[in-house]
Nanobody
Framework: QVQLVESGGDLVQPGGSLRLSCLAS????????INWYRQAPGKQRELVAS???????AYNEDVKGRFTISRDYTKNVVYLQMNNLKPEDTAVYYC??????????WGQGTQVTVSS
């Protein structure tokens, strides 16, 4: 069983920064990629960033150069550092772990609102 708990969402002005955290618990997480998704009102959920067990990150083109994903194995936390935020970054951000036949796990989400 995997549990994911996101935190760090907030209201921020354009150009501002936020750091989201995903506290992950469960087995096999140390060898499993962890993902950040987001869903804006009226839009489909989209992959924002992913980090493999080898710590190789991957990013959506819309956030590349502004967002940084990282993981701290000692704390079982995955971070999403978001800089130079834009209004179009407004969404609910979700942490996700996909383990194939073992399950597809999601957190409850954390709201990020970018507005002046």
């Amino acid at each position: 069983q995997v549990q994911l708990v996101e935190s760090g969402g907030d209201l921020v002005q354009p150009g501002g920064s936020l750091r989201l955290s995903c506290l992950a618990s469960g087995s096999l997480l140390d060898i499993t990629p962890i993902n950040w998704y987001r869903q804006a009102p009226g839009k489909q959920r989209e992959l924002v960033a992913s980090i493999a067990a080898s710590n190789n990150p991957a990013y959506n083109e819309d956030v590349k150069g502004r967002f940084t994903i990282s993981r701290d194995y000692t704390k079982n936390v995955v971070y999403l550092q978001m800089n130079n935020l834009k209004p179009e970054d407004t969404a609910v951000y979700y942490c996700n772990v996909w383990m194939g036949s073992r399950g597809d796990y999601w957190g409850q989400g954390t709201q990020v609102t970018v507005s002046s």
